[in-house]
């Protein structure tokens, strides 16, 4: 397995505790007038922080800087909160890098998983506080603005992939518990940072967001690597949505959307989500040749996608799997039950895919020695590549698409006393992109439910799945007792809402370093066929 213990190397950058690599502190931490110095006297150094701010949150070896496969920013953290959820299934085999998310072993503070799931969005608040400590929010130069602007929705972004998974939220009634440290451009006692409250956290949150909104108006963007006012509307909705602001998520949600649309019925029917320019992408990481080729196999490509000649996905036979409890429940009208190959190896998309001179269907059970191993049954293809069998492993990935924010739009509106129009906009949606034949009370859900349902199957490998499971309080469901279930059995168990074990422990470099962290220890290691009879509304 590998689990691997983690070896804190000398220098290896924690950003909850200083705020930056490069330039050497005076004393605990940077002031801002050594940080203004530097900038003044280097003026590239500010451009080269804030370009870095970006490229560092999908790069390979962004936190550790080696050759780790598992070590990819914000992309890998989305994998991993997809595994720990119920809808993605991978191997337990000595070659799954992230079987302790599967196995839920992920709250154990010395592996090297949590680890970097911890620093690495704490890297992109460290970069986002010395932007922010570089430049006064009093300049008149729009640029500046901009800049600023840009580097405070980054910060909320990475606070939003920090806080959902160290303390239960609002649908919880946890408001007032702790959750994370908050470090901004202003902190100065970072041996002694006590986690903030939920509500302090989302506080911030909002106040960054505010921030961008208020003034990114003019701001055209070079391209969708970074964000504008329509990705911070997105990231607020997001943001709103998990503070049960049902009617804001809804509108900040309509106002993402504003000039995007999703993807057609054609192009849903074959392997996509591959280029950032994908006209239903509001944002995207941009991952060029250069960034992938610092090591291949800690990309996307080598892990989510089942066509890569050089990942681990293929070559392993580790691919990302659909539960099958959430697969049976697709209709077979709905192009989207394609994204995945059936029991017999089988899928629509894969008419258009050939690989190594082999076409269609015959592409599944295809092996090629030390590049592919035949698919599991209900491998995914819906993320596909630039060349079938490529080696660049270059694709780059969604942060953000317009789909989302229209399943934001749904829910927002049934939740926030307009049940019928929020129902439209599903079933037009549903109807016109996905399964013409679709009705939102076809599966005999819950409204609710059937949105949760639709966020599942659409939003499906893009990390949205532990969230959604934690914001609306549900169960974990990963089996049925007495059905037949393709999750291994090390990770085919079940959990309640209210399991102390759905909160992330602290590193332990954290918690030597910040002396008034209390650790989260709640719950207990869940075990193999545990929690048989529960049930989410979904799969039931």
């Given amino acids: 397995m590998k689990k691997t213990l983690i070896i804190i190397a000398a220098g290896l950058y924690m950003a909850a505790c200083s705020w930056s690599e490069v330039i050497p502190p005076q004393g605990e931490y940077i002031l801002t007038q050594q940080v203004q110095q530097t900038n003044d006297l280097v003026s590239s150094r500010a451009d080269a922080t804030f370009n870095g701010m970006y490229t560092k949150t999908g790069a390979p070896g962004s936190v550790f800087g080696g050759s780790r496969p598992d070590d990819f920013g914000f992309i890998m953290m989305a994998f991993s909160n997809d595994i720990e959820a119920a809808d993605i299934v991978l191997a337990n085999s000595g070659y799954n890098w992230f079987s302790a998310c599967g196995m839920l072993t992920s709250r154990n503070a010395d592996y090297a998983n949590p680890y970097i799931r911890y620093a690495a969005p704490y890297n992109t608040i460290a970069a986002a506080n010395e932007i922010l400590a570089s430049y006064s929010e009093d300049s008149e130069d729009e640029s500046t603005i901009y800049k600023i602007a840009q580097a405070r929705a980054m910060r909320a972004f990475a606070y939003l992939n920090l806080a959902p998974y160290f303390q239960f939220g609002y649908a919880a009634g946890a408001e007032d518990l702790p959750c994370i440290p908050i470090v901004t451009e202003k902190t100065t006692e970072f041996t002694d940072n006590p986690r903030a409250t939920v509500a302090e956290v989302y506080e911030l949150i909002i106040s960054d967001l505010d921030y961008a909104i208020g003034n990114l108006d003019g701001y055209v963007r070079t391209d969708k690597s970074r964000i504008d006012i329509q990705t911070a509307y997105g990231l607020r909705a997001r943001a709103y949505l998990n503070m049960q602001e049902w009617g804001k998520a809804a509108a900040d949600a309509a106002k993402a959307a504003e000039g995007y649309s999703p993807a057609t019925m054609d192009e849903a029917a074959r392997p996509s989500f591959i280029d950032i320019s994908e006209h239903s992408w509001i944002w995207g990481y941009d991952m060029t040749p250069d960034i992938a080729m610092f090591n291949p196999y800690a990309t996307s490509s080598a892990w989510i996608r089942s066509f890569s000649g050089d990942g681990y ?228």
């Fill in 313 to 540: 996905s293929a070559g392993t036979q580790v691919y990302a799997c659909i539960n099958k409890i959430l697969y049976d429940k697709i209709p077979e009208t709905d192009i989207r039950k394609g994204w995945w190959v059936d029991e017999n190896l089988e899928s629509p998309l894969l008419a258009t895919v050939t690989w190594n001179g082999v076409s269609g269907n015959a592409v599944a059970p295809l092996e090629i020695d030390n590049v592919k191993m035949p698919f599991l049954p209900y491998t995914n293809v819906k993320f596909g590549m630039y060349n079938v069998g490529g080696t660049n492993n270059d694709e780059d990935w969604p942060y953000m698409r317009v789909e989302e924010m229209i399943l934001i739009q749904a829910e927002g509106l049934v939740k926030s006393g307009a049940p019928e129009e929020g129902r439209r906009i599903l079933e037009d949606f549903v109807r016109t992109y996905r399964d013409p034949g679709y009705s939102a009370d076809a599966g005999g859900r819950s409204l609710d439910d059937e949105i949760w349902f639709q966020r599942r199957i659409e939003l499906w490998g893009e990390g949205f799945s532990n969230n959604d499971t934690r914001r609306l309080n549900k169960p974990l469901v990963r089996f049925h007792g007495g059905q037949a279930s393709n999750v291994p059995e090390a990770f085919r168990f079940n959990m309640t809402s209210d399991d102390g074990w759905w909160l992330m422990r602290f590193t332990s470099s954290e918690m030597n370093t910040n002396l008034a962290i209390t650790d989260n220890t709640g719950g207990t290691q869940p075990v193999q066929e545990q929690n048989p009879g529960l049930m989410d509304g979904v799969t039931d």
